[in-house]
């Protein structure tokens, strides 16, 4: 389960799920990968329901809309909710991190004036990932985790977890709603050009594996469980998609009807 403040946001997080529409209703999740000659702010801007992850904003190539949700990772989180000063959020992510001081305060700025539904995932549900996986028997080392009980995790120290940014992803699977992703890497190679964290890779590294992951998003694709089409297209121009994965009917159509691709 999702853990959120106040109750409200838990019933913005639920309320898609529970639509007529829900079928038809198009969520698009938003990874952080650079592009220097391609922004995607009217495809995003096209979905009924968008969600960034931590200090990713609008009217930085996903999007200009406000998120519909934002989810933010336990140390983000936690400095919302602790209602910390804007020179502790530069301490933490500018000097820690890496991230840019500019970019640190727009986002809070953006927090405090746009004021975005914001929830966070308990261990990224990292469980509701074991479960899909084995409903749908994909052999993947996540799957092996046996430590897991429940929501919590009883193993040692550096139990691998899923990243923040595919926490929504599947809880959406999980209740039979099919995101779209974009701004995910589909090799770890490309990581390194991901936003705002110049300085955290090791860090994240300890419970997260980046290789595992990529790998993860392909198969996910392929089982039609969701929709990376976008995440394959490459940095130029013109729309070109790279050959890791199959891009979809659906995804290609999306972007037909918007003119500028």
Not at 102 to 125: D, R, S
Not at 146 to 173: D, F, H, M, Q
Not at 244 to 249: S, V, Y
């Amino acid at each position: 389960r999702y853990q959120t403040k106040p109750q409200k946001d838990k019933q913005k997080v639920e309320h898609i799920f529970n639509m007529k529409n829900k079928d038809n209703l198009k969520v698009i999740c938003c990874g952080s990968k650079k592009y220097k000659n391609i922004e995607f702010n009217k495809l995003v801007d096209s979905f009924d329901f968008i969600v960034r992850h931590n200090m990713l904003i609008p009217n930085v190539g996903y999007g200009r809309k406000t998120s519909n949700l934002q989810i933010l990772n336990n140390n983000v989180i936690v400095n919302y909710e602790s209602n910390s000063s804007d020179q502790e959020w530069i301490d933490r992510y500018c000097e820690e991190l890496g991230v840019e001081e500019e970019h640190v305060l727009e986002f809070l700025n953006y927090l405090k004036k746009e004021k975005p539904c914001v929830a966070n995932f308990q261990n990224n549900n990292t469980h509701l990932l074991i479960e899909i996986l084995k409903e749908f028997n994909i052999d993947h080392p996540f799957v092996k985790m046996e430590a897991w009980n429940g929501t919590r995790c009883t193993s040692s120290p550096g139990v691998l977890l899923i990243k923040n940014g595919l926490s929504y992803v599947v809880y959406c699977i999980k209740n039979n709603v099919k995101p779209y992703l974009i701004g995910y890497s589909l090799k770890s190679s490309e990581l390194s050009d991901h936003c705002f964290n110049s300085k955290a890779s090791d860090k994240l590294n300890k419970c997260h594996k980046d290789n595992l992951e990529c790998d993860l998003i392909i198969k996910l694709h392929e089982l039609k469980l969701l929709d990376a089409s976008f995440c394959a297209i490459e940095d130029c121009e013109k729309v070109k998609f790279n050959s890791l994965i199959e891009p979809t009917e659906e995804s290609i159509k999306i972007l037909e009807n918007i003119n500028e691709y």
